[in-house]
């Protein structure tokens, strides 16, 4: 049972990661402007707020439902997440998998920690060149809380469609 709670070093990991960068560029980079650009203009790095969810989708509604929305729900959402992680055994999901949902309450609790204290506005800072892909020039602006549930729900997604091998000491079923 005490290996079940160890990915949540990695939830914490990630938390502290969003939030302290949120609030460096909070502090050093005024909102809708462009700190600098790397790498051939591959990276940006910028302040801009969103206050819905992905693609600024939902940016219209009515406060009270944006609140339900964006942060209840997801509240609950991740708590059952993080139950289903504690308590799921070694047939229902690997370690690698535990680790992944764990990322994914990480980049969700970082998100809605914005959405409670930052007047339901995300900071997002991040900008990269999608050199036409999907008919844009640039990806829409993420932090490191969108970029931690997105990488880990693609792995996850991935874990699932390909199945996981027998982790040591399990006994394969005959």
């Given at each position: 049972m005490k290996r079940n709670f160890k990915p949540f070093f990695?939830?914490?990991?990630?938390?502290?990661?969003?939030?302290?960068?949120?609030?460096?560029?909070v502090k050093h980079i005024p909102v809708n402007t462009v700190y600098g650009s790397y790498f051939s203009d591959?990276?940006?790095?910028?302040?801009?707020?969103?206050?819905?969810?992905?693609?600024?989708?939902?940016?219209?509604?009515?406060y009270v439902l944006k609140v339900v929305l964006f942060i209840l729900i997801p509240l609950l959402v991740l708590f059952f997440?993080?139950?289903?992680?504690?308590?799921?055994d070694?047939?229902?999901?690997?370690t690698f998998e535990r680790y992944l949902?764990?990322?994914?309450?990480?980049?969700?609790?970082?998100?809605?920690?914005?959405r409670i204290f930052r007047?339901?506005?995300?900071?997002?800072?991040?900008s990269t060149n999608n050199y036409g892909l999907f008919g844009m020039d640039r990806f829409p602006t993420y932090n490191i809380a969108d970029a931690s549930v997105v990488?880990?729900?693609?792995?996850?997604?991935i874990s699932l469609l390909?199945?996981?091998?027998?982790?040591?000491?399990?006994?394969?079923?005959?």
């Open positions: 990695l939830t914490a990991l990630i938390i502290l990661l969003d939030q302290v960068t949120k609030a460096l560029v591959f990276l940006r790095i910028v302040h801009v707020r969103n206050n819905a969810v992905a693609f600024s989708i939902g940016s219209g509604l009515p997440l993080a139950v289903y992680m504690v308590k799921a070694k047939k229902e999901l690997s949902i764990a990322a994914i309450i990480g980049g969700g609790c970082g998100n809605i920690i914005d007047s339901m506005s995300v900071v997002d800072f991040i990488v880990a729900v693609v792995l996850f997604l390909f199945g996981r091998k027998v982790e040591k000491g399990e006994q394969e079923e005959t």
